[in-house]
């Protein structure tokens, strides 16, 4: 589906430093009953974030009001496992527009890219002045520019770039999905199918 | 990289329909398979702009994940999952999809009914909105999981997008010992390559202990391929591959099937071809595998002690945090660690030959007193062979119960859960945090440290029992 525009992003980040956080974390199978694509960030990091008898976890950091924004900073292996793009929804849906990461789960980036959640890979170096800085003051602020293809800690002005492919680039720059992109040459793809043997 | 093709290579790029300059390959898929869970979104995207499924004959539809599995002639009693598999059917109905519903003779697992019925065929681009389809490279296809728009975008145009992976070759050379089976040898790979250590790679199988493979162990280590990160993981089709698929409902006929055949022999690697990364492996030196941690990498052979953090990759507190879950120490052994559950079953282990694997330890044994067991067969025809075969009798003499086919506990989204604290050793692919119910703890492991499981109430090696029954 088409998604809000991104073009560039200035927000303070709430911080996750754990590594291979897994889809089964972010949200568990037990909320994928759904129909419809609504209401996930309730259900994100379930059971991280609420005790069996849904009273909340007081540590987990999305319960502590001194960390908000709309930048989720997670360590390496982010997003391993499931295909479930319901948990980049939940990611979303809670409010998160980009998530920073040293490495993600290939689906995970993949899902992320296809519903306007932006993953921004950065060398292990940067996401640990990252960290550092949002523990230092939780109301650090960090832009992201797409344009530029840079992430910035603001207080310090220092600055690394990522990577994201020109065609996805454009797509989150203009709000497009892979679907229009399909259906405009479904010419050729007639043609094409028309060549398989099985 | 030179002018050689991998195996990787020509199923690939004979499916390449469309490039796009520093962006993905469009990419034609000549099966979807399509389950409850993962597919309603993407149908209701397909009403909102006002398409239809563009190839409904190239997509299949099967109930699974959320399926009951007992009294499944019963109406499912959750009024969510009732209301999921109602959609699926409407959604199958309303766009010509076949659809193998609850009780339908072909229901079972996407990945296990994909194979059975001649789906699943070499040289084929196979995706699903579940990461395990890797499971379908055992034949030699190029197979992966997919997100939710993407299923949207299969059904609409019958096309992703994708980048193509970078290739990795896995070589494990020489002959496994006595009671190692499939499920050991991809355990012990994720456990070498960590979680993420095939990220951004599709990767081939190959050396002798493949080759020497059935087909339901090519789809146990295909299957595990996502656990260390893989796009997928693919085996050459050879005369075992041909000899599985021959004459199944969907695997062409007569004429048609000489035709494929000829195609399918061109389907290998060619000597000299060049890997991103290649890794070879001595099979002798596998033992029967156990997971002990919360991702399917924090593996060892089960004789051995956990390993300390500072000898482990990654992050000290990532690992002790993940111990600390499973209630385990660094230095601990795992034999001997009592259990409470053991699950046979999914798309990992829920085949035929697992039933064997496992009835061959229980057989003339009792089910310990300690253990809840649920035995899941992947589906209808897994199941009616466990009858036919026999080993129903066996199971039920030493006290198990079988139950109907789906994905049960793999992840906990039916009735099948584990309570919270309970450890269970499982057969599935995934030993994450509350994958099996919220607070549960999860061990990987083969059928047969199941089996051995079950009826000792303990982690326990299997070979000794082995040698008790032989
Ligand atoms: S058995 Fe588990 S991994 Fe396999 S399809 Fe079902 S949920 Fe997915």
Redesign the pocket.
């Known amino acids: 589906m088409a998604y809000d525009k991104f073009t560039t992003l200035t927000s303070t980040a709430v911080p996750l430093p754990i590594e291979n956080v897994d889809t089964d974390q972010i949200i568990p199978a037990r909320f994928l009953k759904a129909t419809e694509r609504k209401g996930f960030g309730d259900n994100l990091f379930r059971d991280w974030r609420y005790n069996q008898d849904n009273s909340q976890k007081a540590d987990f950091v999305l319960n502590n009001p001194k960390y908000s924004g709309k930048i989720l900073v997670g360590g390496k292996n982010f997003g391993s496992g499931s295909s479930r793009e319901h948990a980049a929804w939940a990611v979303y849906d809670y409010g998160f527009r980009v998530v920073i990461s040293s490495f993600f789960a290939d689906i995970f980036r993949g899902n992320c890219l296809n519903i306007g959640v932006l993953p921004v890979q950065v060398s292990p170096e940067f996401l640990e002045k990252i960290f550092t800085a949002i523990e230092t003051d939780s109301n650090a602020e960090f832009n992201v520019s797409l344009s530029e293809q840079t992430v910035t800690i603001v207080v310090t002005g220092e600055s690394e770039s990522f990577d994201i492919n020109d065609y996805k680039k454009g797509n989150m720059t203009n709000g497009f999905d892979d679907i229009d992109y399909l259906l405009n040459i479904k010419e050729a793809i007639t043609e094409f199918a028309k060549t398989r043997p099985f | 990289m030179s002018a050689k093709k991998t195996l990787f290579d020509k199923v690939w790029d004979s499916h390449v329909v469309h490039q796009i300059e520093n962006g993905p390959d469009v990419l034609f898929i000549d099966r979807h398979m399509v389950h409850e869970v993962t597919s309603p979104v993407a149908f209701l995207g397909l009403k909102n702009r006002g398409i239809g499924v563009m190839h409904p004959e190239k997509t299949f539809a099967t109930a699974?994940?959320n399926t009951p599995t007992i009294n499944q002639h019963l109406p499912v009693a959750d009024p969510l999952s009732a209301n999921q598999l109602k959609m699926l059917e409407e959604n199958a109905n309303e766009h010509g999809i076949s659809y193998w519903g609850l009780g339908h003779e072909k229901n079972g697992?996407?990945?296990v009914v994909g194979p059975e019925y001649g789906i699943t065929v070499p040289g084929a681009t196979i995706v699903c909105g579940?990461?395990?389809t890797s499971t379908h490279g055992a034949f030699g296809a190029i197979a992966f999981g997919i997100g939710t728009s993407e299923v949207e975008m299969v059904l609409a145009t019958q096309c992703i997008m994708q980048p193509k992976p970078k290739s990795m070759r896995i070589n494990i050379t020489g002959e496994l010992q006595f009671g190692v089976t499939p499920k050991d040898v991809a355990l012990f790979i994720i456990s070498q390559l960590t979680t993420s250590g095939a990220t951004g790679y599709f990767v081939e199988y190959a050396g002798d202990v493949f080759t020497n493979m059935t087909m339901e162990g090519r789809m146990t280590v295909c299957n595990l391929s996502i656990e260390m990160g893989a796009r997928g993981g693919m085996i050459a089709p050879d005369d075992t591959t041909f000899h599985y698929i021959k004459g199944r409902e969907f695997t062409p006929k007569g004429e048609a099937w000489n035709t494929a055949m000829d195609y399918w022999q061109t389907l290998y690697t060619e000597e000299g071809a060049e890997f991103h990364k290649e890794l070879t492996f001595d099979g002798s030196q596998i033992e029967p595998m156990i997971t002990y941690g919360t991702n399917p990498g924090m593996g060892m052979g089960i004789s051995k002690d956990i390993p300390f953090a500072e000898a482990t990759q990654g992050g000290a507190s990532t690992y002790k945090k993940s111990l600390n879950y499973m209630q385990f120490d660094e230095g601990d052994s795992m034999i001997g660690k009592p259990i409470d559950f053991v699950f046979l079953g999914?798309?990992?282990n829920?085949r035929i030959e697992d039933f064997r694997a496992f009835a061959s330890i229980v057989k003339g044994k009792k089910k310990a007193d300690n253990v809840t067991a649920w035995l899941v067969p992947g589906s209808h025809k897994v199941e009616s062979a466990i009858k036919e075969e026999g080993i129903l009798d066996i199971l039920t003499e030493a006290g198990f119960e079988l139950r109907e086919p789906g994905?049960s506990a793999?992840?906990a989204m039916n009735d099948d859960k584990v309570p919270p604290g309970k450890l269970a050793v499982s057969t599935?692919?995934r030993n994450f945090e509350g994958r099996q119910g919220p607070g549960s703890r999860t061990l990987l492991a083969s059928p047969l440290v199941a089996a051995a499981a079950a009826v000792t109430g303990k982690v326990t090696d299997p070979r000794e029992l082995m040698l008790e029954n032989a």
């Open positions: 699974d994940h697992i996407v990945h579940d990461s395990h999914s798309c990992t829920g994905c793999c992840l599935s692919n």
